[in-house]
């Protein structure tokens, strides 16, 4: 028998060493690159010759909902069950199908993750909306994540649509420069994913980001830099959708946020740096924001109704016993120059019983327990 | 890397002063060395000949990681076909949770299981760390072999891991050694069959081949199988010293997918099994 020991020494010795075909962790190649393109089993009919089009950018949390994961320092979870996750999901796809948008971006979804019991996230919502077709852009690849017991990753970004997505790319973006060699070997690729998409006879470029949280390097601040360069010189009509991890340039609170432990209890790791408003300007500049920075107000409760995050989920308290709620504003979407949203429709989707802008559209979810991220939505009108 | 098994096989197939070695007694095999005797290497396993009969069996690296012991206890010899045979009991004990409830260096908690850092502040929280609770696993199994100089060796064996506190910690998934180390506490057991054929072929040259099965208990979506080959040589540099080396082959359900063509430029996901290979090496002393 190849007895335990030699078993455990095979480990040991096999890990410095190893030559399986699977790689420890996967490179994102940098430059840009062809990503994968799925289709729904069943195709649903897509409205034909819309004059705009409903448009939704989240990050999901990968189907973790409001469980509390070790780098929240909040809880201690590493792995969630094949149940959680499915009834995770299925609370989300409730709002997909409520919000019903006709191109959504998608933040941290995962494809094979064994935090996430290895459901296939796109696979899912391609069966359970009326969405047809997606783009994968994986940012984290590797085989097994010797920290906390994480395992096995595969995650990333997405862009879903109704419309037939004909092409998509990744572009990399830089990685981090402040961590060891160990550490940045089983880290995130970050990069910008892009997708054409046909509605009708209009070719639309959609992309979607999520941009890095914890680095300490500036890393943040050149990837943002980096994504307007590239949608500033997309030609065509054009969607930009994401986590970019940065505050509006008019935030009024810029640091001590109620889900941010005041004692460190899981390391420096995922202690959040200063925030860098600024770099967001030229966005709202240079682009259409679905939401133009004279809505975003200049008293804390205006700011309040467009804020999209919270790492504290409102059935768990702070160290001061007050409740998680949504307490600053990450996540955005942006439209082509010259193109224009419909501003009766744009709004940030944070809870249930919320009317959605001017829609009359009252909010049956609750994007409250459903992710640490809400949803951004409006109806950007074709050109 | 090829470069390294050839390296590899080089060195085991050179003549020279071991040329002069007394032939070994098999490892790996159901014949056991006298009273007294022993062996051990940097990652074979310490063995020591109580009795003729009996050989307990403990790795001193993995022991302070994974406490465990063996112990073989030869139980029958024979003769078939014009060649002598020996029949062993294996009954090992090992607490395989030990890794996973220690930092370093007596384990990997934070690496391969949650530190729970939060569950320690002692804040009430509504989700509790998944830690694992303590358990021990006891194994039985058997062993025979054929032959002397030329051996063929049939063994099987099952562990059951028995939870004595807290919960059963959420499969690894991961490497096939790693994966099998732990299985009796996060698969509940682990069953093994192999086969070993071993052969003299100079006094200073043993090849050996061997193909394993095993199987666990049946926890998340993974297959509960794995399959693993060895081919190794054993190089005895003086009558108390030895070199081994050789290359073993896993193929197991880690999880792993590959994006296939779907028609149209799309793809869909597909479930595929891992295979990994490592060089195995190690130095050997007996007395």
Redesign the interface.
């Known amino acids: 028998?190849?007895?335990?020991?030699?078993?455990?020494?095979?480990?040991?010795?096999?890990?410095a060493?190893?030559?399986?075909?699977?790689p420890l962790a996967r490179a994102v190649p940098r430059g840009t690159h062809a990503a994968?393109?799925?289709?729904a089993a069943t195709l649903m009919p897509a409205p034909p010759d819309p004059d705009g089009l409903r448009v939704m950018a989240w990050n999901i949390k990968y189907g973790a909902a409001r469980?509390?994961f070790?780098f929240d320092?909040?809880?201690?979870?590493?792995?969630m069950t094949?149940a959680e996750v499915e009834a995770n999901l299925a609370g989300a796809v409730a709002l997909i199908r409520e919000a019903d948008p006709d191109v959504l971006m998608v933040e941290e979804i995962e494809?094979?993750s064994?935090r996430s019991?290895?459901v296939?996230m796109v696979?899912h919502l391609l069966a359970n909306t009326d969405l047809n077709y997606a783009a994968y852009f994986r940012t984290w690849d590797s085989?097994?994540i010797?920290?906390?017991?994480l395992?096995?990753m595969?995650l990333g970004n997405a862009i879903f649509s109704k419309y037939p997505i004909v092409a998509a790319d990744s572009i990399a973006q830089a990685d981090r420069t402040d961590q060891d060699l160990v550490t940045a070997t089983f880290y995130i690729h970050r990069s910008i994913g892009r997708a054409v998409i046909e509605v009708g006879d209009q070719p639309v470029t959609a992309f979607v980001v999520h941009t890095e949280a914890y680095d300490e390097d500036g890393t943040k601040q050149a990837q943002i830099e980096q994504i307007h360069e590239v949608v500033q010189a997309t030609e065509g009509p054009w969607l930009l959708g994401g986590d970019f991890n940065e505050l509006p340039p008019t935030a009024l609170k810029t640091q001590d946020f109620l889900d941010e432990r005041t004692e460190p209890?899981?390391?420096e790791d995922f202690e959040q740096p200063p925030y860098t408003p600024a770099v967001m300007a030229p966005f709202f500049a240079d682009f259409a924001p679905w939401i133009e920075l004279a809505r975003f107000g200049d008293t804390p409760a205006a700011q309040a109704r467009l804020f999209t995050h919270s790492v504290l989920g409102p059935?768990?308290v702070n160290e001061a016993g007050v409740a998680g709620d949504w307490n600053r504003t990450l996540d955005y979407l942006f439209a082509s120059p010259g193109t224009a949203w419909d501003p009766a429709t744009t709004d940030v989707l944070q809870r249930a019983g919320q009317p959605v802008a001017q829609t009359g559209w009252v909010l049956e979810a609750d994007p409250l327990r459903l992710s640490d991220h809400a949803p951004v939505f409006g109806v950007w009108r074709l050109p | 890397?090829r470069g390294?098994w050839w390296g590899l096989w080089a060195l085991a197939a050179l003549p020279g002063v071991a040329g002069a070695a007394p032939a070994r007694p098999p490892r790996?095999s159901a014949w056991l060395a006298p009273a007294g005797s022993g062996s051990v290497g940097v990652?074979?396993?310490l063995r020591w000949a109580l009795t003729d009969a009996l050989t307990l069996?403990?790795?001193p690296?993995?022991f302070f990681?994974?406490p465990?012991v063996?112990l073989d206890w030869q139980v029958a010899q024979g003769e078939l076909g014009g060649r002598a045979w020996a029949a062993t009991a294996r009954f090992?004990l090992?607490v395989p949770s030990w890794a996973?409830r220690f930092g370093l260096p007596f384990g990997?908690r934070?690496?391969?299981?949650?530190?729970?850092?939060?569950?320690d502040?002692g804040e009430a929280?509504?989700?509790?760390?998944?830690e694992a609770g303590w358990a021990i696993a006891p194994s039985v199994?058997g062993?025979w072999t054929w032959g002397r100089e030329g051996l063929l060796t049939v063994?099987?064996?099952l562990?059951v891991g028995l939870l004595l506190t807290g919960e059963r910690?959420?499969s690894?998934?991961?490497?096939?050694?790693?994966q099998?180390?732990v299985a009796p506490l996060t698969h509940t057991w682990r069953a093994?069959v192999?086969v070993?054929t071993e052969h003299a072929v100079r006094p200073w040259l043993r090849l050996a081949a061997?193909v394993?099965l095993y199987r666990v208990g049946d926890v998340?979506?993974l297959s509960p199988w794995t399959v693993?080959g060895?081919l190794g040589v054993d190089w005895p540099l003086t009558p108390g010293f030895a070199l081994t080396s050789g290359v073993?082959w896993f193929n197991s359900d880690?999880?792993?997918?590959d994006?296939v063509a779907?028609g149209?430029?799309?793809?869909?996901?597909e479930r595929v099994r891992?295979?990994?290979?490592?060089?195995?090496?190690?130095a050997l002393w007996t007395w």
């Open positions: 028998m190849v007895s335990v020991c030699r078993l455990i020494c095979c480990a040991g010795l096999g890990l060493s190893l030559t399986g075909c699977e994968p393109r799925f289709k469980l509390p070790w320092c909040w809880g201690d979870r590493v792995q094949r494809l094979n064994r019991a290895y296939d696979r085989r097994y010797p920290s906390e017991g395992g096995r595969d209890v899981c390391g059935d768990e | 890397m390294l790996e990652f074979n396993p069996e403990a790795h690296l993995a990681a994974a465990h063996g090992g090992s996973l990997a934070g690496y391969l299981s949650p530190t729970c850092a939060v569950a502040t929280r509504a989700d509790t760390c998944a199994g062993r063994d099987g064996d562990a910690p959420a690894l998934d991961t490497y096939a050694p790693l099998l180390a093994h192999g070993r061997e394993d998340g979506p693993s060895w073993i880690q999880g792993a997918i994006l779907d149209g430029g799309f793809v869909r996901v891992s295979n990994d290979v490592y060089p195995t090496l190690d």
